[in-house]
T-cell receptor, first 117, second 112 residues
Framework: KAGVTQTPRYLIKTRGQQVTLSCSPISGHRSVSWYQQTPGQGLQFLFEYFSETQRNKGNFPGRFSGRQFSNSRSEMNVSTLELGDSALYLC????????????????FGPGTRLTVT | SQKIEQNSEALNIQEGKTATLTCNYTNYSPAYLQWYRQDPGRGPVFLLLIRENEKEKRKERLKVTFDTTLKQSLFHITASQPADSATYLCALAYSSASKIIFGSGTRLSIRP
């Protein structure tokens, strides 16, 4: 099976712009979670989607949003970009019906490196 | 708020020895705890999961223990190899709060 794929791998944006990142989970996985990783804050949970519904959410402002499509592919959007949004954005998929938060193994993609200038 | 501490930022050990990494947490015990490996420029790779009612889990050269009294998990790699060099992350999940929290990681270096 192909692993989790994320596009694009690298992105440079300017403050105030918006960005959309894409994630394709492993075939058959219905849970997709998004994370932000920075040197200062480490890996932080953004949100989790299951069957096109946001099921769990971390402590991030409303500028961070996401959605999931019927084929389980997911997109994450960040509006009004700030310098502090520069990070590696990772998505992870899980086969566990209850998602990664309930004890399932999560499979991470390679991430999208976002740089905000 | 819940905090996780991984014992050190970096650990250097000799090939063949056992590497032991520590993950300590405060306040409430999680429903389960996971360990991941992350190589530079790559996403984390799942290694092991241990639930709150389990004391120990093994997988090949890897062993994880979970002590809810000490609020601590230990991650062991026996017969360590240079290829084991990576950053190791622990993650705690709380079902009731639908929350997952990652530690900052320990960078492990195995020297030949």
């Amino acid at each position: 099976k192909a692993g989790v794929t994320q596009t694009p791998r690298y992105l440079i944006k300017t403050r105030g712009q918006q960005v959309t990142l894409s994630c394709s989970p492993i075939s058959g996985h219905r849970s997709v979670s998004w994370y932000q990783q920075t040197p200062g804050q480490g890996l932080q949970f953004l949100f989790e989607y299951f069957s096109e519904t946001q099921r769990n959410k971390g402590n991030f402002p409303g500028r961070f949003s996401g959605r999931q499509f019927s084929n389980s592919r997911s997109e994450m959007n960040v509006s009004t970009l700030e310098l502090g949004d520069s990070a590696l954005y990772l998505c992870a998929s899980s086969q566990n019906e209850q998602g990664g938060l309930a004890g399932g193994e999560q499979y991470f993609g390679p991430g999208t490196r976002l740089t905000v200038t | 708020s819940q905090k996780i501490e991984q014992n050190s930022e970096a650990l250097n050990i000799q090939e063949g020895k056992t590497a032991t990494l520590t993950c300590n947490y405060t306040n409430y015990s999680p429903a389960y705890l996971q360990w991941y490996r992350q190589d530079p420029g790559r996403g984390p790779v799942f290694l092991l999961l241990i639930r709150e009612n389990e004391k120990e889990k093994r997988k090949e050269r890897l062993k994880v223990t979970f002590d809810t009294t000490l609020k601590q998990s230990l991650f062991h790699i026996t017969a360590s190899q240079p290829a084991d060099s990576a950053t190791y992350l622990c993650a705690l999940a709380y079902s009731s709060a639908s929350k997952i929290i990652f530690g900052s990681g320990t960078r492990l270096s195995i020297r030949p």
